[in-house]
Structure formats: C-alpha cells, structure tokens
C-alpha cells in the first residue's frame, strides 16, 4: 500500500488537469445537445452516440480534403442536423418509438461514418494541417479559452432562442404535448426541431473532438449517451447544491457544461490513481447512479418517519429550552 501511495505523482495530476479541462469544455457543448432533448423535449434520444462520431468523421475528411477550419465545424454541425431530421422523421412520420428511432439512426450512422472515411478510424495530418482546438501542449490555453467562448456562444443562444415563440413551443410540446396540441402546436414539428438542433450541437462536439485528439473513428461516440447524462445530471446536483431556488434557465445550462468538466476531473483523477482504463464506463455509471440518487434519497431522508421524528425532537427540546421555534424555522 506504501509503495502505491508512493507511486502517485502529484505534479502529473496537476500537468493532467488543463486537458481534462479542455476535454470538458468539448463534452460540454454534447452535454447541451443532450440537455434539449433529455430535459426540456422530454424525448429519450439515443443517436447522439452515433451523430458525435458523424460530426468528427465529417471534420476529419474535410480537413483531408483542404476545407477551412470553421467551415468543417459548420459541416459537423450540418451532418448533426440531418442525423436529428431521421430520427425525427422516423418517430412522427413513421410512428416509430423515440427510443427505437434513436437506435436505428444510430446504427445506420455506424455503417455512414465507414463510407465517409473509407475505413474505422482517419487521423488528421500533424503539422501539415492548422486546426482551432489542438492537444498540443503549447497551444492548451487557445484551446481552452476557444472552447469556452464556444460553449459561452451556444448557451447565449440557447437562452434566447427558448424564450422566442418556437422555442416557448419546443418547451410546451416537452411539459405537456397533448394541451400544446389543444392549443395548435405542431408538437410532431417541434420535436423534430429540436432533435436537428440537438444533434447539431452533438456532432459539433465530435468535430472539435476530433480536431483536439488529431483523429476520428467510428467507436468514438461509443457511451456518449452516458457522458452527456452524467454531465446534465452532475450539472443539476451541483447547481441545486451551491444556488438553491434562485436558479433561472441561463444558470441550469451553464451548470449542464460545469458537470461535464466535473465529470472528466474525475476521469483524470481515476487515471491518476492508476484504475484500470477498461473500468472506465463502469466508474462512468456508478458516477450517474450515484448523482441521479442523491436528491432522491436526500428527498427521502427529509419526508421519512425517520426525518419527521429527529424534526419533532429538535422541537421538542427547543421548547424544553424556552425557545419559541416554530416547524417552518426548524
């Protein structure tokens, strides 16, 4: 046990927190996708795996092909948008399930995603090529900085883009459909809207990934589902925790990117400490489990026979000590 606590050095966790951080950054922008369809649409959307793999194939082989930095984002996010119109497509044209219209497009993605780059993985020719968000060392801070203004971007947007008249739709059709259909909402419209939008943001995700790791493959997008979940669900945990009630729409989203660089400080971490990386996905879901159960159970806790009896005793010993408390100040 000595000679593993020995082993642990602290200045290659420090020197590994700024790409954990990047990495976060980058994951934050899926995380938003997920947060549209996952909270506000109310809509169980499973192609995110196979739309982030998408936007970094489509970013790797416009970089081969000599387009322009920004323009091979702008395509990313374009690919994204056609992977959300089929998954719309399939659930309110076609009738089929959201979560099964999800895994559909997301498997056929996996066989698109091999004809895009003609084989399982293409790497993006160092020093012959100049991307926007990079791995390197040197340029880490750019990255960061870069990705930040990114996410920044999309959360403005996001903010008051929903306060609009289609985006107040999007949000009625995902609270209650059938009252918004009573009141003229094409919710079939609204949903597929923002399953384009949301798979829009996901695959831009994997376009900068793909840019900031120097590669694509097919696999890339494999449990990203979980990764966007967990950071939504870390996001909302912690923003319940440090602002309470006073949280408005702005704050929840900018807490949505803050759980994914949680998420991936604790990746970085679990490294550190020399886990296995195979156990990752696993980490990765006792991670979600543990933050989906802590307000539950903190409910539960409160609401109890249990938590009514200790409240009752404080009382009880309050007014033993000439104390006038009432229940609400307890």
Not at 254 to 266: P, S
Request: with cysteine; net charge positive.
């Amino acid at each position: 046990m000595t000679a593993y606590f020995s082993s642990l050095n602290p200045t290659a966790l420090w020197n590994a927190a700024p790409g954990g951080l990047a990495q976060g950054l980058i994951w934050g922008i899926m995380a938003l996708g997920v947060y549209l369809t996952f909270r506000v649409l109310n809509f169980a959307d499973l192609t995110c795996d196979g739309s982030l793999a998408l936007g970094g194939a489509v970013a790797v082989m416009g970089i081969l092909k000599g387009y322009n930095p920004e323009v091979v984002l702008l395509l990313s996010f374009c690919a994204g948008v056609l992977a959300g119109l089929v998954t719309g497509f399939l659930h309110t044209t076609l009738g089929i399930p959201e979560i099964l219209a999800g895994i559909l497009t997301q498997i056929s993605l996996y066989s698109i995603n091999l004809n895009i780059m003609g084989k399982a993985n293409q790497a993006v020719p160092v020093g012959q090529v100049t991307v926007h968000f990079t791995s390197n060392i040197r340029y880490l801070a750019q990255t960061i900085a870069l990705t930040l203004v990114v996410d920044v971007f999309i959360i403005i947007v996001y903010y008051y883009f929903l306060g609009t008249e289609l985006g107040s739709a999007i949000r009625a059709t995902g609270i209650n459909p059938n009252m918004s259909r009573a009141n003229g909402i094409n919710t079939n419209k609204m949903k597929v809207l923002a399953l384009m939008f949301s798979n829009g943001l996901i695959a831009l995700s994997g376009g900068i990934l793909s840019e900031y790791q120097g590669f694509a493959d097919v696999k890339m997008g494999q449990g990203a589902i979980v990764i966007g979940l967990a950071a939504v669900i870390i996001g909302e945990v912690l923003c319940r925790a440090i602002v309470g009630d006073r949280q408005n729409f702005a704050v929840r989203l900018a807490f949505t990117v803050i759980g994914a660089i949680v998420y991936y400080f604790v990746y970085v971490f679990v490294l550190w400490l020399k886990f296995p990386a195979d156990d990752m996905k696993l980490l990765t879901a006792i991670v979600v489990a543990v933050f989906l159960a802590a307000p539950y159970l903190q409910e539960q806790r409160t609401s109890s026979f249990a938590g009514l009896k200790k409240r009752n005793a404080r009382l009880a010993k309050a007014e033993a000590n000439g104390q006038n408390q009432t229940p609400e100040e307890t």
